[in-house]
């Protein structure tokens, strides 16, 4: 996560898409869509309001939109967010610090909630770092049966995810081992009785509509190589990075539907190059039902890339980008090349509170594993 105080310049960034393929993508997320009806003459603008404070170990942050919107006369409705986020370093040593910790709280009026802790340590004696995240998500499922109608209900999910990473100044840069752990609770959203007669039985018929225990548990381990100091005129650096990945998820009975697991492996690999002319990227990622190339040119604040993902059923998306960042009060910087070590060092320390983040798998406004949602039937026979 990098934090921006608002004194140091107005960024903004422009994504360019051309898609070959029914499904679009956009840079943009959590968008919230103005409605307004013919007695507007326009949309009305978003109330927003926001707060920061930093400094060299410490950095706060609260941010809301409120907005009201209409689609009739009738229809009049508001919708509301908040964010705030807290983060600092600690363990004062030498020119840095070993280790931070963070907070971050996300609410809007949907009763979605994503409340985030994570907390890292470096351990000089072993060159390695420890870096723990913990998230709270909660969202509405909707649900809608024939017999039981439509329904949303609140569910919320726990999730956590641990990293050891050992960095060296051989040709072995850096090892590392993550595990996570996520576990949302069974519920049943929607019951009703169901009622049928036939010539010779009136059938009674008790429905109900749910899911039951998700839980899932993955392991990875991860290797880079390569070097930042290269002899070489076009070739400054590169890095190589590969790892592998299981995931065994589990979704328990749910009255007469039979529980389910579903295990896997998937691996990645990716290569880096510093040039004059900026970082060349490439990826290839190969999971249980999907793979994804990845090729890119990252110069400054200008990222241009093609993303190639093919499925097992045959399906094909590719996406062709160009991404710009810029900052207008330091325009003359934004083009030159990121010279950015592709490696940290084994005695490293945090520095900035540029560097406090959460666990990336973490971030996301969504459940880490969706719940199977299945409808079970109990039936009373009686004779007339």
Not at 47 to 63: I, P
Not at 220 to 249: C, M, Q, R, S
Not at 329 to 335: M, R
Request: aromatic share 14%.
């Amino acid at each position: 996560m990098i934090f921006s105080h608002w004194k140091q310049g107005l960024f903004f960034c422009m994504f360019t898409l051309l898609p070959t393929s029914p499904i679009l993508a956009t840079g943009i997320n959590n968008q919230l869509t103005d409605y307004y009806g013919p007695l507007e003459k326009s949309k009305p603008s978003p109330a927003t309001f926001s707060y920061s404070q930093e400094n060299d170990y410490k950095v706060f942050s609260f941010n809301g939109k409120l907005k009201r919107s209409n689609e009739s006369i009738e229809d009049d409705y508001f919708t509301a967010g908040i964010r705030t986020s807290y983060g600092q370093l600690f363990s004062s040593q030498g020119n840095g610090f070993l280790g931070f910790g963070y907070f971050t709280t996300r609410i809007d009026t949907d009763n979605n909630i994503r409340f985030n802790t994570s907390i890292s340590h470096l351990i000089p004696d072993i060159g390695s770092e420890l870096f723990v995240t913990y998230r709270l998500f909660g969202a509405n499922v909707s649900s809608t049966f024939d017999t039981l109608g439509y329904g949303e209900d609140h569910v919320y999910e726990n999730s956590f995810a641990a990293r050891c990473t050992t960095y060296s100044d051989i040709f072995v840069k850096e090892a590392s081992i993550a595990y996570s752990y996520s576990s949302l609770p069974g519920q049943s959203l929607r019951t009703g009785i169901y009622d049928t007669d036939t010539q010779d039985h009136f059938r009674n018929t008790y429905l109900i509509g749910g899911f039951g225990d998700t839980e899932s548990h993955a392991i990875g381990a991860d290797l880079a190589l390569g070097t930042d100091n290269l002899p070489l005129d076009l070739l400054h650096g590169f890095k190589i990075d590969l790892g592998v990945d299981y995931e065994h998820i589990s979704y328990a009975r749910y009255y007469d539907i039979e529980s389910e697991v579903i295990q896997g492996m998937s691996g990645k690999a990716s290569l880096q190059h510093k040039t004059n002319i900026g970082l060349l990227k490439g990826s290839y990622k190969m999971g249980q039902t999907s793979s994804t190339l990845y090729a890119g040119l990252h110069v400054g604040a200008m990222e241009l890339y093609m993303k190639d993902t093919s499925y097992d059923d045959g399906d094909r998306n590719q996406v062709y980008g160009l991404k710009l960042k810029l900052n207008l009060y330091e325009l003359e910087s934004s083009l030159v090349p990121d010279d950015t070590p592709l490696f940290k060092p084994p005695g490293r320390r945090y520095t900035n509170v540029g560097q406090i983040h959460h666990n990336d798998s973490m971030t996301a406004n969504s459940f880490y594993h969706s719940p199977k949602i299945h409808v079970a039937e109990r039936q009373i026979y009686a004779r007339k």
